[in-house]
T-cell receptor, first 113, second 114 residues
């Protein structure tokens, strides 16, 4: 079955530290991959997406993600976290010829000063 | 553009009552999606429409849930009768055919059934 997994439910980092949030997907075909961010009480906002081509994708707010086919992964990274990055982050996947996104369960990021 | 507009932002109702959630997608968007978010199950796709036609309602939990899209600018999600386990945040999102995965989400409706 098609699925996407975010193994880390909650991550805490210090402001200025680097960040990596993990995402893995199932199913053999190459999917379309996305990262969304949700601030408290808000809807989800698209950070970045990967369809094809360069496997390192740049997004908004200084985030980037790398698609690794061999590991079925699409991890989100940021070299230096700011307190305003505290939020919940969702990885999402869509497979070719489907219209819908399947979301992971999310990773809550907490940032300490 | 005002974005995807959902109403109400918060709804508290008693078990057994009918609840109607509303969504106005972005003008020109062809797709409309209804998601439910809970701590236990995360974000679940309930149903989505393309050009006002329901395409996939396999995520609708049971017959108590129904969704309509009478025109391109309005959709409703109705729960009748409501139960405490329906308490969740319900999100509407829309996208256009040329960027079908470029969802714009509304701010959600927080439903509490007591």
């Amino acid at each position: 079955a098609q699925s996407v997994t975010q193994p880390d439910i909650h991550i805490t980092v210090s402001e200025g530290a680097s960040l990596e949030l993990r995402c893995n997907y199932s199913y053999g075909a190459t999917p379309y991959l996305f990262w969304y961010v949700q601030s408290p009480g808000q809807g989800l906002q698209l950070l970045l997406k990967y369809f094809s081509g360069d496997t390192l994708v740049q997004g908004i707010k200084g985030f980037e993600a790398e698609f690794k086919r061999s590991q079925s992964s699409f991890n989100l990274r940021k070299p230096s976290v700011h307190w305003s990055d505290a939020a919940e982050y969702f990885c999402a996947v869509a497979w070719y010829n489907t219209d819908k996104l399947i979301f992971g369960t999310g990773t809550r990021l907490q940032v300490f000063p | 553009d005002a974005g995807v507009i959902q109403s109400p932002r918060h709804e508290v109702t008693e078990m057994g009552q009918e609840v109607t959630l509303r969504c106005k997608p972005i003008s020109g968007h062809d797709y409309l999606f209804w998601y439910r978010q809970t701590m236990m199950r995360g974000l679940e796709l309930l149903i989505y429409f393309n050009n006002n036609v329901p395409i996939d309602d396999s995520g609708m939990p049971e017959d108590r849930f129904s969704a309509k899209m009478p025109n391109a600018s309005f959709s409703t999600l109705k729960i009748q009768p409501s139960e405490p386990r329906d308490s969740a945040v319900y999100f509407c999102a829309s996208s256009q055919v040329l960027d079908v995965y470029g969802y714009t989400f509304g701010s959600g409706t927080r439903l509490t059934v007591v």
